[in-house]
């Protein structure tokens, strides 16, 4: 990164950055497991969900996707109120336990409506649900994603975590994939299949939850490093961020790959059928073909960023993504093994898109605290969510109304129609993917300039705290 924001990173003085401790495995273990249980939905909300409702129980694509749309949107407002609760209010000296597990029980609720509809839905219906289920998602998902950044200041041993958290989720999604195609096969409908993963979800979570929080120690380094320098603190919160140029470049870059990825996770289905040729139960090797390669390639994004850098390697993910997406539009109907290919090279990418950027997050999450004397992390990562969040409300909606649009028609299908289809599902993203290159490439906060925010925020805080002895 160049220019002003670059010239306010600090230059390495002498430190390594290297380990300073790694989590023992129960608590890595613990920390990461309800990452399953929140995975396992994932494919029925953000994949079946458009077909579902849009097609099979007949409330139209159109209508769907607005309905989609709208809940997404409301869903945002409610990420910054919970991050800045988590971070502010603490319950029982808990600032993040409270929230997860009672964002658990919401988002259990919402989960078991939507995913068992009765056979009559209308708009209404799925709005209502929509919102209870992305209220409890959210109450539990920002504080999370926060407390997996404090429970570690070191550069790469928050890659470590966020690997492990995505890492276990994507089995979480492939735990799904196997279970919807072994209940289809045994005779069971779509829809019904579907229902058994909101069951499967809420049992586990029973499991999951408590374990994280009765082994994981809610240790909030930033909170406990914000009384270091008070006089950093005093300015204005939405100046500080809106100050912090690491931040809204990297949110800007995450947002548009989250768009990027949304648009054919909105039509995977759509595409498979009605441009493949494919049936459901080659859908079915498909999403687990994604998805073991996501978790396959995880490792090799592990120890590719401790050589080259977060970032850069990111970058070179999402171009890995460009090239296989860029091949779609020749691939003939019935063309399995080619579009094969390309879930295993997409799939690839989605690893590096899981682990890399939040891990990339948390270190900017120091640099905030270095430069305006408080972390907030829960803020932070609550931004983040909103991102998340607003780039799949415009990637669902703005995927179904434009298939629709341009002449797509699930029922009458034309060649025109077709083709449509697969330029928004797979040049469109391209496009996009290569936008957030541009912004995230010469992203600032490598290894060495992390390792100096470290040892200059140490070196602050012993400084405060000798004065603070010499009171007690």
């Known amino acids: 990164m160049s220019g002003s924001s670059s010239s306010n990173v600090p230059e390495v003085n002498g430190s390594s950055g290297k380990s300073a401790g790694r989590l023992p495995i129960l608590v890595l273990l613990s920390y990461a497991l309800p990452a399953f249980v929140v995975a396992l939905p994932t494919i029925p909300i953000y994949i079946h969900l458009p077909a579902l409702y849009g097609i099979e129980l007949g409330l139209g694509l159109a209508t769907t996707g607005t309905v989609l749309l709208l809940s997404r949107l409301f869903d945002t407002v409610t990420d910054p109120l919970i991050g800045a609760l988590s971070d502010r209010f603490p319950f029982a000296g808990n600032y993040r336990k409270p929230w997860v597990a009672v964002g658990a029980v919401v988002a259990g609720l919402g989960l078991y409506m939507i995913l068992n509809p009765p056979e009559t839905v209308n708009a209404a219906y799925l709005l209502s649900w929509s919102l209870v289920l992305y209220a409890g998602w959210t109450m539990f998902a920002v504080p999370y994603m926060a407390w997996g950044a404090e429970l570690s200041p070191d550069y790469d041993e928050r890659t470590r975590i966020t690997s492990w958290r995505e890492g276990i989720g994507l089995i979480g999604i492939i735990g799904t994939g196997a279970l919807v195609a072994g209940l289809t096969n045994s005779g069971w409908t779509e829809m019904e299949a579907i229902g058994a993963i909101a069951w499967a979800a809420i049992l586990m979570g029973a499991v999951a939850v408590p374990l994280l929080v009765w082994k994981v120690p809610d240790r909030d380094l930033g909170r406990q490093r914000s009384r270091a320098s008070p006089s950093f603190a005093r300015g204005n919160l939405w100046r500080a961020l809106t100050g912090n140029k690491p931040f809204l470049r990297l949110l800007s870059a995450w947002f548009l790959n989250g768009l990027a990825n949304g648009i054919p996770a909105a039509l995977f289905f759509i595409y498979l059928e009605h441009a493949l040729g494919a049936g459901s139960e080659t859908r079915t090797v498909f999403v687990l073909v994604y998805f073991v390669a996501a978790i396959a ?48 090279v997409t799939g690839m990418a989605l690893g590096a898109d899981l682990a890399l950027p939040p891990a990339i997050q948390a270190d900017v999450v120091a640099y905030h605290e270095w430069r305006f004397g408080k972390a907030r992390a829960g803020l932070q990562f609550a931004l983040w969510g909103m991102g998340t969040k607003l780039a799949l409300a415009a990637a669902v909606g703005g995927a179904l109304l434009g298939v629709e649009a341009f002449g797509f028609d699930p029922d009458v299908p034309t060649d025109e129609g077709r083709w449509a289809l697969v330029v928004i599902y797979a040049l469109v993203p391209v496009l996009i993917k290569f936008a957030a290159i541009a912004v995230v490439w010469r992203f600032p906060l490598t290894a060495q300039k992390h390792a100096a925010i470290r040892s200059r925020l140490s070196r602050r805080n012993k400084l405060t705290a000798e004065p603070a002895k010499g009171l007690a």
């Open 297 to 344: 390639a995880i490792p090799l994004w592990l120890k590719l960023s401790s050589l080259f850098g977060k970032h850069r390697v990111w970058c070179c993910s999402m171009l890995s993504a460009c090239a296989a997406f860029a091949v779609v539009p020749l691939l003939p109907e019935g063309a399995f093994l080619a579009f094969g290919i390309v879930c295993v």
